[in-house]
């Protein structure tokens, strides 16, 4: 997959991984940068530099921690927070830097059965996005542009605008 950088920054590479124990950071953790995914979409977004503590796959829903800049692999058990969500732009393992959309149109990982301008929530299924509501479990800034296995089966493309969970309401 090809995402490449839009920004005047020096040192910004969206592809690069780099190991949390090494010490070394492309730029500060919690930085936002523009980019262009050249894949099939062909579109720009939003990118934010973060580490995973656990291993994420490409298009994962995940939430962000905005306290230590980590980004957890499970979003699901995090209905009610109210906190960042971000999208992994490529399979990483875990304990590494790198880069996660959060704007933009995104290629995410969902339930089977996804309709297209349905509201988003994160699934039951860790990393997953679903138009099934459950509570406290909204996605906040996102839609799906197109129904589930239009691009590709378990997967679909949604637009992103520095997507959140909704916090608790009552």
Request: charged residues 10%; aromatic residues 8%.
């Amino acid at each position: 997959m090809t995402f490449y950088s839009t920004s005047n920054r020096i040192g910004v590479s969206l592809g690069e991984m780099l190991p949390v124990a090494g010490g070394k950071k492309q730029v500060p953790i919690g930085t936002i940068v523009p980019g262009i995914d050249t894949n099939a979409i062909n579109v720009e977004g939003e990118y934010i530099y973060a580490f995973n503590l656990a291993p994420v796959a490409r298009g994962q829903c995940i939430y962000l921690d905005v306290f230590n800049g980590s980004a957890l692999a499970e979003s699901g058990l995090h209905a009610n927070d109210g906190g960042p969500i971000a999208f992994a732009i490529q399979d990483m393992p875990a304990t590494m830097l790198g880069w996660f959309q959060v704007s933009g149109t995104v290629f995410a990982k969902c339930a089977a059965g996804v309709v297209a301008n349905s509201k988003v929530f994160i699934s039951a299924v860790p990393g997953e996005v679903d138009d099934a509501p459950l509570p406290g479990c909204q996605i906040l800034g996102a839609e799906f542009e197109a129904a589930e296995a239009a691009i590709l089966p378990g997967f679909v493309m949604l637009t992103c605008n520095r997507p959140h969970l909704q916090g608790q309401i009552t």
